[in-house]
């Protein structure tokens, strides 16, 4: 199954840029790579994914490593409303995304 | 576009009670997933459905977990019976093939 680390916990402050890491090296060739984030008392909630190539959405961007053994989540201006706790994950050929413990983002005003 | 909807939102019942979870998937949704998250933990997968099939229940508790989603769309996870460990959130996901899965709020048990 796949495994990924990520810091248990980051803090950052209104309206600054926030860098997610997540290391993830047993990925495979053809898995994606995906983030999610969970805010309190809620289920969780899709940012993105990628599987090679950099990708933007609205709510973020990732930065994918040349080897793919990990991956940053990238918020470019982090709002108290993006405190949560974010998850990566990788998906092997059984389409099965394991989830770790997360990264708990907390934003200060 | 309504999103998944779960019921009941919070539950609380005695060991060796039984209880069972409702979920409503996004309409359009072939792929229904049932998860479990323990406080500060991330969701666990207990069985993914394709359509009425369940393709992946290697992670639920067979002796007292069941789940069935009947026509492919409703689904119900069943407990019987519930013992202390199995106080956790419920969670309910669905997506349309295996793209980005939605979820529902959960289902909070608790098991005294």
């Known amino acids: 199954d796949a495994k990924t680390t990520q810091p248990n916990s980051m803090e950052s402050n209104e309206e600054e840029p926030v860098h997610l890491p997540c290391n993830h090296s047993?990925?495979?060739?053809?898995?994606?790579i995906h983030w999610y984030r969970q805010l309190p008392s809620q289920g969780p909630e899709y940012v993105i994914h990628?599987?090679?190539?950099?990708v933007n959405n609205r709510m973020a961007s990732l930065a994918i490593a040349e080897d793919r053994k990990s991956s940053t989540l990238i918020l470019h201006r982090a709002t108290l409303r993006d405190a949560a706790v974010y998850y990566c994950s990788h998906a092997g050929n059984n389409r099965k995304l394991i989830w770790g413990l997360g990264t708990s983002l907390a934003v200060n005003p | 576009e309504a999103g998944v909807v779960q019921s009941p939102r919070y539950k609380i019942i005695e060991k060796k009670q039984p209880v069972a979870f409702w979920c409503n998937p996004i309409s359009g949704h072939n792929t229904l997933y049932w998860y479990r998250q323990n406080l500060g933990q991330g969701p666990e997968l207990l069985i993914r459905y394709e359509n009425e099939e369940a393709v992946d229940d290697s992670q639920l508790p067979k002796d007292r977990f069941s789940a069935e989603r009947l026509k492919g769309v409703d689904s119900t996870l069943k407990i019987q019976p519930a013992e202390l460990g199995d106080s956790a959130v419920y969670l309910c996901a669905s997506s349309f093939q295996y793209a980005e899965q939605f979820f529902g709020p959960g289902t909070r048990l608790t098991v005294l």
């Open positions: 990628g599987l090679t190539s950099n």
């Open positions: 047993t990925i495979s060739g053809t898995d994606y």
